[in-house]
């Protein structure tokens, strides 16, 4: 696919998609500050409620929900070409799950849940990431998509009661965590935002570069020796930036599940399978998808807002049936 063809079938598509959530998500919200008071603060007016709803609220808001979906867009895609898989996906295999347990363990150990960094999320997506990938090679697991699913959702719900389990002995980190568990951008601030911010530019950074020879490795590995790439190397790389992408995102906004499905998905349908061309569409339609769910979750209970992660899945749900009953899986 030529440049020309990639910028007009994915490229600008997807930007168009995602300026028109991020303005939704400035525009619109469950409280008082309706479309029309928002835009007037977006054209330099507005009221000092108004200001503050769209400037202080929903602005930074809107930059960790870009962040956020950038991130496991691209980690799904990434995670789908290292283990040659369709249904590859941080939430399905586990590795948000290796996240969220690491956090709840800090703030057991005596952490606070505004306090956490990053980095506790990216080890445990490590440790996740590396222990599903492993377990889903048993038996030939890793060669059949729906096995992978299924060995990826074993883990995840041992992962989970054993945070169920640390939560239950703690109150004071079941009373901390419990906004944070479900998934949400709400409530998040410049703060938030900033700290996550290198680590996410990071992973992405990882992404980029491996991207290309982890293209080669689908060829087989003995052909990606033989044209200079060591598959062990590339691997970790892949697996090193799939922690650092998930563990930041899910630090700043808890374990969001089937973004890394849904948008590698709809960005093969529209660039194909190319490993660079698809993560450069997943890392634009990742925050629209994020937005657009956030955007819904303000609206379908107002005045209250109904957690980002349940409207994720609600979307994606759909798209892992649909890839699953189809007759021929997505190529890679």
């Known amino acids: 696919?030529?440049?020309?063809?990639?910028?007009?079938?994915?490229?600008?598509?997807?930007?168009?998609?995602?300026?028109?959530?991020?303005?939704?998500?400035?525009?619109?919200?469950?409280g008082d500050v309706g479309p029309a008071r928002a835009a007037s603060v977006l054209l330099g007016g507005g009221d000092a409620d108004a200001r503050f709803t769209v400037l202080q609220l929903r602005l930074p808001r809107t930059a960790v929900a870009v962040a956020v979906g950038a991130a496991l867009g691209a980690a799904g895609a990434l995670l789908q070409a290292t283990a040659r898989n369709p249904l590859a996906e941080p939430g399905l295999l586990g590795v948000n799950a290796g996240a969220s347990f690491a956090v709840v363990l800090a703030i057991v150990l005596g952490a606070s849940a505004a306090t956490v960094g990053p980095y506790v999320a990216v080890l445990g997506a490590?440790?996740?990431?590396?222990?599903?990938?492993?377990?889903?090679?048993?038996?030939?697991?890793?060669?059949?998509?729906?096995?992978?699913?299924?060995?990826?959702?074993?883990?995840?719900?041992?992962?989970?009661?054993?945070?169920?389990?640390?939560?239950?002995?703690?109150?004071?980190?079941?009373d901390e965590i419990?906004?944070?568990?479900v998934g949400s951008v709400a409530g998040?601030?410049?703060?938030?935002?900033?700290?996550?911010?290198?680590?996410?530019?990071?992973?992405?950074?990882?992404?980029?570069?491996?991207?290309?020879?982890?293209?080669?490795?689908?060829?087989?590995?003995?052909?990606?020796t033989g044209l200079?790439?060591?598959?062990?190397?590339?691997?970790?790389v892949a697996v090193s930036s799939v922690a650092l992408l998930v563990g930041g995102a899910t630090a700043v906004a808890?374990?969001?599940?089937?973004?890394?499905?849904?948008?590698?998905?709809?960005?093969?349908?529209?660039?194909?399978?190319?490993l660079r061309r698809l993560l450069a569409v997943s890392v634009l339609l990742g925050p629209a998808?994020?937005?657009?769910?956030?955007?819904?979750?303000?609206?379908?209970?107002?005045?209250?807002?109904?957690?980002?992660?349940?409207?994720?899945a609600l979307f994606g749900a759909p798209v892992l049936v649909a890839v699953v009953r189809s007759s021929r899986m997505p190529a890679l």
Do not use: N
């Not at 419990?178 to 568990?181: G, L």
């Not at 849904?262 to 349908?269: E, G, I, L, Y």
């Not at 998808?289 to 994720?312: H, K, N």
């Open 1 to 30: 696919m030529t440049f020309r063809k990639l910028l007009l079938r994915g490229l600008l598509p997807a930007a168009g998609v995602l300026l028109v959530t991020a303005v939704a998500g400035l525009l619109v919200g469950a």
């Open 126 to 174: 490590a440790a996740g990431c590396l222990l599903a990938l492993g377990a889903a090679r048993l038996r030939g697991a890793g060669d059949d998509p729906v096995r992978l699913v299924l060995a990826g959702a074993a883990f995840s719900g041992m992962v989970g009661a054993a945070s169920s389990v640390l939560l239950l002995v703690d109150q004071r980190a079941a």
């Open 178 to 181: 419990r906004f944070w568990t």
């Open 188 to 224: 998040r601030g410049t703060e938030e935002f900033l700290a996550v911010l290198p680590v996410l530019a990071a992973g992405l950074a990882a992404a980029a570069a491996v991207s290309p020879a982890l293209s080669v490795l689908a060829l087989g590995d003995d052909v990606a």
């Open 228 to 236: 200079g790439h060591r598959p062990r190397r590339v691997r970790a």
């Open 254 to 274: 808890g374990p969001i599940a089937f973004v890394g499905l849904v948008v590698p998905f709809a960005a093969r349908a529209l660039v194909g399978p190319g």
């Open 289 to 312: 998808v994020v937005l657009l769910a956030d955007v819904v979750s303000r609206l379908v209970v107002r005045p209250y807002e109904m957690p980002l992660g349940v409207m994720t």
